[in-house]
């Protein structure tokens, strides 16, 4: 996979103010599934429905972000070793990064399954609302392992400089999402479970996506299965770059749940 831009030659604030705001553009359509769901649950389902969509959409916005931030060490650490020409070091980073992640996702997974129902009842959901927002929260929370796995993917190109393919891949699949609301939604009349498993399926078809391209293009340095494995001190230089991310945007998105809770 070739680079089209170079962020260690020629001018800096060009190359780098290209890079980020496909970055920011990402981030903010991964964060706008919630929004979507609950355009389309307005128009279509119950006053409860809203108010469920709108709950767990916020809980789920702060595990994309807790994920966002960690993914942010895989990033830093590819690009470093890409800009140093270790192609080996840096296999090995992502081999390493998806031991990690797919931790992290078993164990978020876990986690939301088994605390949605405090979790809704922490957040002041009314009564007639209840049920729905924790079967919102549940089915979302199922496909974490797609949200990890996207934004796993979306290190990697933003670590080779290419931070255009992971909007794009976001692009389509919100576009996608808007889709499977209407469909799953408006057409079938599912409320707001149709509004959690189309999220979920348009999650799982930006990770299609950005192994469709990876396949495609190939990686500037070896990579294989053999790679894929639990390398503590590389999982660990992850987590000390990403974990601080992490935190901070945690803090954020916890603020606004208490608000939502009050």
Same mark, same amino acid.
């Given at each position: 996979?070739?680079?089209?831009?170079?962020?260690?030659?020629?001018?800096?604030?060009?190359? #780098?103010?290209?890079?980020?705001?496909?970055?920011?553009?990402?981030?903010?359509?991964?964060?706008?599934?919630?929004?979507?769901?609950?355009? =389309?649950?307005?128009?279509?389902?119950?006053? !409860?429905?809203?108010? /469920?969509?709108?709950?767990?959409?916020?809980?789920?916005?702060?595990? $994309?972000?807790?994920?966002?931030?960690?993914?942010?060490? $895989?990033?830093?650490?590819?690009? &470093?070793?890409?800009?140093?020409?270790?192609?080996?070091?840096?296999?090995?980073?992502?081999?390493?990064?998806?031991?990690?992640?797919?931790?992290?996702?078993?164990? +978020?997974?876990?986690?939301?399954?088994?605390?949605?129902?405090?979790?809704?009842?922490?957040?002041?959901?009314?009564?007639?609302?209840?049920?729905? $927002?924790?079967?919102?929260?549940?089915?979302?929370?199922?496909?974490?392992?797609?949200?990890?796995?996207?934004?796993?993917?979306?290190?990697?190109?933003?670590?080779?400089?290419?931070?255009?393919?992971?909007?794009?891949?976001?692009?389509?699949?919100?576009?996608?999402? +808007?889709?499977?609301?209407?469909?799953?939604?408006?057409? #079938?009349?599912?409320? $707001?479970?149709? /509004?959690?498993?189309?999220?979920?399926? /348009?999650?799982?078809?930006? =990770?299609?996506?950005?192994?469709?391209?990876?396949? &495609?293009?190939?990686?500037?340095?070896?990579?294989?299965?053999?790679?894929?494995? !639990?390398? &503590?001190?590389?999982?660990?230089?992850?987590?000390? +770059?990403?974990?601080?991310?992490?935190?901070?945007?945690?803090?954020?998105?916890?603020?606004?749940?208490?608000?939502?809770?009050?």
């Amino acid at each position: 996979m070739d680079s089209k831009r170079s962020l260690t030659e020629g001018k800096i604030l060009p190359a #780098l103010t290209g890079f980020a705001l496909p970055v920011l553009l990402a981030l903010f359509l991964q964060t706008a599934y919630g929004a979507v769901d609950l355009w =389309v649950v307005s128009k279509y389902a119950a006053d !409860f429905d809203i108010s /469920a969509v709108s709950t767990g959409s916020w809980l789920m916005y702060m595990v $994309t972000t807790f994920i966002v931030g960690v993914s942010m060490g $895989t990033t830093v650490l590819l690009g &470093r070793h890409i800009g140093e020409k270790r192609g080996d070091e840096a296999g090995r980073v992502v081999g390493a990064s998806v031991v990690l992640f797919l931790i992290l996702g078993v164990a +978020i997974t876990a986690a939301m399954q088994l605390f949605a129902v405090p979790l809704v009842r922490i957040m002041q959901t009314p009564q007639a609302a209840f049920d729905a $927002t924790v079967s919102y929260v549940r089915i979302c929370s199922a496909g974490t392992v797609f949200i990890v796995a996207y934004n796993v993917l979306g290190a990697v190109f933003r670590g080779l400089g290419d931070s255009k393919m992971p909007l794009i891949t976001v692009f389509i699949a919100c576009v996608f999402n +808007i889709g499977g609301d209407l469909l799953l939604v408006g057409g #079938l009349g599912m409320a $707001t479970a149709g /509004a959690a498993i189309a999220t979920v399926a /348009a999650q799982a078809l930006s =990770v299609v996506i950005s192994l469709a391209v990876i396949r &495609r293009r190939g990686l500037p340095f070896e990579f294989s299965i053999r790679r894929i494995g !639990f390398d &503590r001190r590389r999982m660990l230089s992850v987590l000390r +770059i990403g974990f601080p991310v992490a935190f901070q945007d945690m803090l954020v998105s916890i603020s606004f749940l208490v608000i939502t809770a009050i």
